[in-house]
């Protein structure tokens, strides 16, 4: 079995900034790692929505948080980046987070500036920020887990703007003394001259956060940064909200149909993406490997699984990562 990547090997191997898309469970992100995504995020106002079903007002605690990314980690081909928001508390908090996420098995956890978590804007002291980048540090020392800064400085402000920028650069600056790698985030830099300038304080590896789209004159909708933009400043990755918004509306698509028809018939008809003509999801998680491993293991010819039913074709054009990389 192939061992998996560490976040940094794949950065060093990476030829430009690459996409990153934020996901909220194990089926989001193996969803993901079918497309071929070499790295995903986990989202903490979409783990919020999932598990708590709530939007993101700091109801997920870290033992929730490191329940689902041991969970997602464990199931995962790629590696898993953490969103621990504020650390859930001081220097202390912040230093037994890096550990526990570390031990759950993220690839990175990011840490953000915010002194109020209902006034995201509103950010931490320099020098309260940087001791929790320092406890952040120290947990993850000995492990293969990143650090990922994140300021939530107004770019608008320019005051607040540069204050983030030096405090992520400094931030980048403590690592590197250390001998650790400490990646920048600006949470709120939503375009390319916001990114330009952040760049020219903050000279370290970068992620661009959130990118989005805008309709152009054609009526179609065109990204507002690319990545080829974005390398040339010093970006290594682009994070990306939509798991869950596509989640939602192929469910409330077939929903609508369903209940009109009362009926499955539109879920079985409609598979453009797999061709998986069937109600069940299972096809998508390669239940055939599931049989093979185990037959492996009795020396038998087991067809079924545990629940009676022939398995499904794993759908053509997607990436089937390794069984073993998964259990």
């Not at 939007?55 to 990314?69: M, P, R």
């Not at 020219?200 to 990118?211: C, H, N, P, Y």
Request: hydrophobic share 40%; glycine share 8%.
């Amino acid at each position: 079995m192939a061992s998996k990547k560490t976040l940094r090997q794949i950065l060093e191997e990476s030829k430009g900034c690459f996409l990153v898309p934020c996901v909220y469970d194990c089926a989001s992100n193996h969803a993901v790692e079918m497309c071929g995504f070499p790295v995903s995020l986990l989202s903490g106002g979409e783990v919020s929505i999932s598990m708590n079903g709530v939007i993101d007002y700091g109801f997920t605690n870290l033992t929730d948080l490191e329940w689902v990314v041991s969970r997602v980690s464990q199931t995962s081909s790629i590696p898993l980046i953490a969103d621990i928001e504020d650390g859930f508390g001081g220097p202390l908090a912040v230093y037994r987070s890096a550990k526990r996420l570390s031990a759950a098995g993220a690839a990175a956890i990011q840490l953000e500036d915010s002194a109020d978590m209902e006034e995201s804007t509103k950010i931490l002291p320099r020098d309260k920020y940087l001791a929790k980048v320092r406890a952040a540090l120290d947990g993850l020392e000995g492990s293969n887990c990143l650090l990922i800064a994140r300021s939530n400085a107004d770019p608008a402000d320019p005051e607040q703007m540069k204050e983030g920028c030096e405090r992520l650069q400094e931030a980048i600056d403590i690592g590197r003394k250390r001998g650790q790698y400490v990646i920048a985030m600006m949470v709120l830099v939503g375009n390319y001259e916001q990114a330009e300038a952040m760049a020219k304080i903050v000279t370290g590896s970068k992620i661009f956060a959130d990118v989005r789209a805008e309709k152009g004159g054609d009526g179609h909708y065109h990204p507002s940064v690319t990545m080829e933009e974005l390398t040339k400043l010093g970006f290594v990755m682009c994070s990306s909200h939509y798991t869950l918004k596509a989640a939602m509306e192929g469910m409330l698509e077939h929903g609508l149909a369903n209940y009109k028809n009362q009926s499955v018939a539109y879920t079985f008809e409609m598979a453009p993406t797999t061709g998986i003509e069937s109600f069940s999801a299972s096809g998508m998680f390669d239940p055939q490997a599931y049989l093979a491993l185990e037959n492996s293991f009795t020396h038998g010819n087991k067809e079924y699984t545990i629940v009676g039913h022939q398995v499904e074709d794993y759908p053509e054009g997607f990436v089937r990562p390794d069984i073993k990389e998964r259990l």
